[in-house]
Nanobody
Framework: VQLQASGGGLVQAGGSLRLSCAASGRTFSRYAMGWFRQAPGKEREFVAAISWSGGTTYYADSVEGRFTISRDNAKNTVYLQMDSLKPEDTAVYYC???????????????????WGQGTQVTVSS
């Protein structure tokens, strides 16, 4: 699986951005997907995960209520809608997938099978 993230940019605090991650392959619907982020000088952290069908989503406490993960299996794409952005959301954001047929839960344990390249999100105060 190859993952290509896009949609990052510079936004003012309180603003919104939507990240997209396009996946290659014909079995996208069998991969749980997620987003992670890494701020300068910090370790990569889990942000959100979504199940194969999109019926289950899970968020880090720091983004709960502000970010929304979704997917379109027909387009092989997963999204991260980010609202009410804060300066502390500034980071490189990475999309990721679990292994084939693995649960979304493993992503919360950082058990990532495939990483996409990062996309920079910068939130100014």
């Amino acid at each position: 699986v190859q993952l290509q993230a896009s949609g990052g940019g510079l936004v003012q605090a309180g603003g919104s951005l939507r990240l997209s991650c396009a996946a290659s392959g014909r079995t996208f619907s069998r991969y749980a997907m997620g987003w992670f982020r890494q701020a300068p000088g910090k370790e990569r952290e889990f942000v959100a995960a979504i199940s194969w069908s999109g019926g289950t989503t899970y968020y880090a406490d720091s983004v709960e209520g502000r970010f929304t993960i979704s997917r379109d299996n027909a387009k092989n794409t997963v999204y991260l809608q980010m609202d009410s952005l804060k300066p502390e959301d500034t980071a490189v954001y990475y999309c990721a997938s679990a292994g084939l047929d693995s649960s979304w839960f493993v992503l919360t344990k950082y058990e990532v099978a495939y990483w996409g390249q990062g996309t920079q999100v910068t939130v100014s105060s």
